[in-house]
């Protein structure tokens, strides 16, 4: 019998509903329910393409026995940790400041009041490598939580003490300046893979932040050291397993440091990142493997993550069903054998595809398998076999048990999506993926804005064209918002930008402390122990660094001194983590970068339809100027119509022209494409 999961929207809960394990979701009546029953609440929190939250689920949440206890001595509560990041940034936190590492599943047991006062991850069935077993960790809890309450309670108001005191004040840190971005760059120098690329050893994790900014520093300084470990470590991931070499795309991490064997779940929030920071790297150098690895993963993500709606579905699992055995195992979808492609391909052209791709007989994967990479270049003579070989090994591979999909919509994610095939549609000239981005924009706007009460909120989440309860954060604002502004300059639409304006004016009004900080909820969102504050990049860009990004785009475009300060204000933080930890804090040393150029504001006015006009345009979109905003539609408003910028804005000589400003001077208008690439392009000292 279902559980009180089976009317969520998340499809991790639901993977849960049908559990022996009397779920509840995170809820007031839950912990109600501990209250009265005098017992603590067991906090499972994990993702649908997690492959351990699969295999303690298997393990333990599916064992009647192991169930029968839970629900006899605990309030169990599960929750989806991409539908309530408020929730897994809190409870993560304390167990990283307990146990110096964090990951998921993850498991938390808490009072009442919702103090946690043990923490875990995954925990095996029985004991090994020097775990307990699960059931030994739910004795020894309810054991505690019987014979030493008041010790329970004290470990518990300790913790959320030691978190109240973990404030964060960067609002008067100042702004960070060159020497604070010439000090980031040493650091990552220090921590950069010569040999394979990346930063760090295993696993090793593709660092699309950073290599945003390694692109941007180079055009402001012309720095080649930033330009050479951008180019390399894109072209170590595109030839690594932790591509796919068939359908396009990346997956979520390498388990070692050369890229070979992926953790094979495919995140949107990746691909998004990744598709951009090529498409940016393209831009820079011109280099054809940039160009083909944005296509294909914009390609991917609209042909394997697109949903009935038009948004973008959140991720595909790690795992699928093994043809051969039935059972779910990890990387089922995308490994190889020899005898696999010559199967598929012939004895001769499956032995050159082995070679192509790196499939040996001993394997690089498990049980003899390999996952497919491409270590060089084939000759240019066998182009037309490569690509017929990928072809047919692509039909085959779609044969086989596809991994499943989690089709829940995230705001935040899909911002990003939006802002990637925006640009990669512009730059590329395929004007079916501006379709794509603006579906996915239209569809924000139409499901998760609410206007009720005369504001605009964002919901956090969307599934199957409802939108879901839980309430946006910082990072949902931002990256929308960043989308929005991306789509408004690639297709001169302006309303994009009024409802980026309408975003970011809440991020000001709900968001922000008066000195400046940013929180990841708002001032009026559920109370939890404490109020999260993260500004470090995760995967994706931390709420405080997006925001302040799209805050600065949007003073550019608009002249706003409110969110000019603002951002200002909020990059404190990178003046003050900048050159500690800048692998942490990608985004904002980007962002930095973009404040430090100006950024430059780019006006292109002409008639519609005038090839002049798109030739400039295209020139504007495609400057490397950090953080450059463009904006392009007809002469003649006072008011400059949708965009302030075109305001006063005519033609030169009754053809279109483009006008560039930087630091409140502005370069002479220009009708010349060639002209305007100079002004945009990167700066040298």
Not at 6 to 33: C, G, I, K
Not at 67 to 84: L, Q
Not at 548 to 569: I, P, Q, V
Request: charged letters at 25%; hydrophobic letters at 40%; one cysteine or more.
């Amino acid at each position: 019998m279902p559980n009180r999961l089976a009317n969520e929207t998340s499809p991790y809960l639901l993977q849960h509903a049908d559990n022996p394990v009397d779920w509840w979701p995170w809820s007031p009546e839950a912990f109600a329910e501990a209250r009265e029953r005098g017992v603590p609440v067991l906090l499972s929190v994990g993702y649908s393409s997690c492959h351990w939250c699969h295999v303690l689920a298997g393990e333990s949440f599916e064992d009647e026995r192991v169930a029968a206890y839970m629900n006899e001595h605990f309030v169990n509560v599960k929750v989806d940790r991409e539908e309530r990041p408020d929730v897994d940034a809190v409870y993560m936190e304390a167990v990283q400041a307990a146990t110096g590492q964090g990951g998921w599943p993850m498991t938390v047991f808490l009072t009442a009041d919702a103090e946690p006062f043990y923490f875990g991850t995954y925990f095996p069935p029985e004991p090994r490598h020097g775990m307990p077993s699960f059931t030994q960790v739910l004795e020894g809890v309810r054991a505690a939580w019987v014979d030493r309450p008041e010790e329970v309670a004290e470990v518990a108001q300790k913790i959320v003490r030691d978190l109240a005191g973990r404030q964060l004040d960067y609002g008067k840190a100042g702004t960070p300046g060159p020497e604070e971005l010439a000090q980031a760059l040493l650091g990552l120098t220090r921590e950069y893979d010569a040999t394979h690329g990346g930063f760090g050893g295993a696993p090793k994790f593709p660092p699309a932040m950073v290599l945003e900014f390694l692109l941007r520093h180079h055009a402001r300084t012309g720095a080649e050291g930033a330009l050479q470990m951008a180019a390399d470590t894109c072209e170590a991931m595109a030839r690594g397993g932790i591509y796919d070499q068939l359908g396009g795309g990346f997956a979520r991490y390498s388990v070692d440091r050369e890229w070979v064997v992926p953790h094979f779940e495919k995140m949107l929030y990746d691909n998004a990142l990744l598709c951009r920071v090529y498409a940016h790297l393209w831009r820079a150098t011109g280099s054809d493997l940039a160009r083909r690895v944005a296509l294909e993963t914009a390609d991917f993500m609209v042909r394997e993550l697109r949903t009935a709606q038009g948004g973008f579905a959140s991720a595909l699992d790690a795992d699928s069903e093994d043809p051969l055995t039935g059972e779910h195992v990890e990387g089922a979808y995308y490994a190889w054998t020899p005898a696999q492609l010559r199967e598929v391909l012939g004895e001769a052209d499956g032995d050159l595809a082995a070679g192509w791709f790196g499939v040996t007989e001993e394997g690089t994967f498990e049980h003899g398998t390999s996952v497919l990479r491409l270590p060089q270049d084939g000759p240019v003579a066998e182009a037309g076999k490569f690509a017929e070989a990928r072809g047919r090994l692509l039909a085959a591979r779609d044969r086989r048990p596809a991994p499943g999909r989690d089709d829940k919509v995230v705001a935040a994610w899909n911002g990003l999506a939006v802002a990637a095939l925006a640009e990669c549609g512009a730059y590329f000239e395929r004007p079916d993926l501006v379709e794509r981005a603006t579906e996915a924009a239209d569809l924000l706007v139409r499901l998760h804005f609410d206007a009720t009460g005369g504001r605009v909120r964002l919901a956090r989440t969307s599934k199957d064209g409802r939108a879901g309860a839980n309430a946006g954060v910082l990072e949902d604002y931002g990256d929308v918002a960043e989308g929005f502004l991306a789509l408004a300059a690639v297709t001169g639409e302006g309303v994009w930008l009024e409802f980026a304006g309408f975003l970011l004016d809440l991020v000001l009004d709900r968001f922000t402390a008066e000195d400046g900080t940013l929180y990841d909820t708002a001032h009026d969102a559920e109370k939890l122990i404490r109020r999260p504050q993260d500004p470090t990049d995760t995967a994706a860009p931390s709420g405080w660094t997006a925001a302040a990004g799209a805050l600065l785009s949007y003073a550019a475009h608009t002249g706003s001194e409110a969110h000019r300060t603002a951002a200002e204000r909020a990059l404190g933080v990178v003046h003050a983590l900048g050159p500690r930890v800048p692998r942490f804090i990608g985004h904002g040393l980007a962002v930095a970068e973009a404040l430090l150029d100006g950024p430059r504001e780019v006006a292109v006015v002409g008639r519609p339809g005038d090839p002049a006009l798109a030739a400039l345009h295209r020139t504007a979109l495609l400057g490397t100027a950090p953080g450059a905003v463009v904006a392009v539609g007809p002469p003649g408003a006072a008011d400059g119509g949708e965009f302030p910028l075109l305001a006063g804005r005519t033609l030169v000589e009754d053809r279109p022209a483009a006008y560039v400003c930087r630091h409140f001077v502005c370069a002479r208008p220009t009708t010349d494409p060639a002209e305007l690439a100079e002004q945009v392009g990167a700066v040298r000292p």
